[in-house]
């Protein structure tokens, strides 16, 4: 079976502050992915020049980020979906954060905020049995919670190994 390409953007923003956060996405209730927690992203289109180009089309689409209010540093390697046959590939973005979000309402529940210092705790990662849907066999699969929310699946599998990264100062911009 051929998968089919997406992309996402991994926005991160820094608030009055001076602490960072990460921009997730709760999906609307309609669809394959409803309810989920995820980066804004989705299916390539014919239009675009390239994954990054749909990256930032569907954030803007999805939220209202301006494609210039992003710069990308890095394009992260591509996770492929379990059950929708997509290979993800995932842009981290330093981003301008717009005055109030635009949540496109027929695809996005709710935009969440968290402070990315929350995911880089050591306890932040969690292992659970419920995650996936009732009728499918119960697997331990780690997650990250968000609020009332567990984020799981490919945006999780996008993001733990991001955050070793940016742990690591691979980026100026997240150095302490």
């Known amino acids: 079976m051929s998968l089919r390409e997406a992309a996402v953007l991994v926005p991160l923003w820094r608030d009055a ?3 960072w956060r ?3 996405v709760r999906r609307s209730e309609f669809g394959v992915h409803s ?3 995820a980066f804004p992203g989705g299916a390539r289109d014919t239009r675009d020049d390239s994954l990054q180009a749909t990256a930032l089309r569907e ?3 999805e939220i209202g980020l301006p494609p210039g209010s992003a710069r990308v540093l890095a394009e992260l390697p591509g996770v492929e979906t379990r059950v929708s046959s997509f290979v993800i590939t995932p842009y981290l973005a330093v981003i301008e954060r717009p005055s109030e979000w635009r949540p496109d309402a ?3 529940a709710e935009v969440l905020e968290p402070e990315l210092a929350t995911f ?5 990662r969690a292992h659970a049995h419920d995650l996936l849907p009732a009728g499918w066999e119960a697997v331990r699969l780690p997650y990250y919670s968000v609020g009332p929310y567990r984020l799981w699946g490919a945006s999780e599998r996008i993001l733990h190994p991001l955050l070793a ?3 690591a100062g691979e980026w100026e911009e997240f150095k302490a």
Do not use: S
């Open 35 to 37: 309810g989920q927690l």
């Open 120 to 124: 880089l705790a050591p306890t932040a």
């Open 165 to 167: 990264h940016i742990a």
């Open 22 to 24: 990460l921009v997730i």
């Open 17 to 19: 502050a001076g602490a």
């Open 106 to 108: 027929r695809e996005i």
């Open 59 to 61: 954030a803007h689409e």
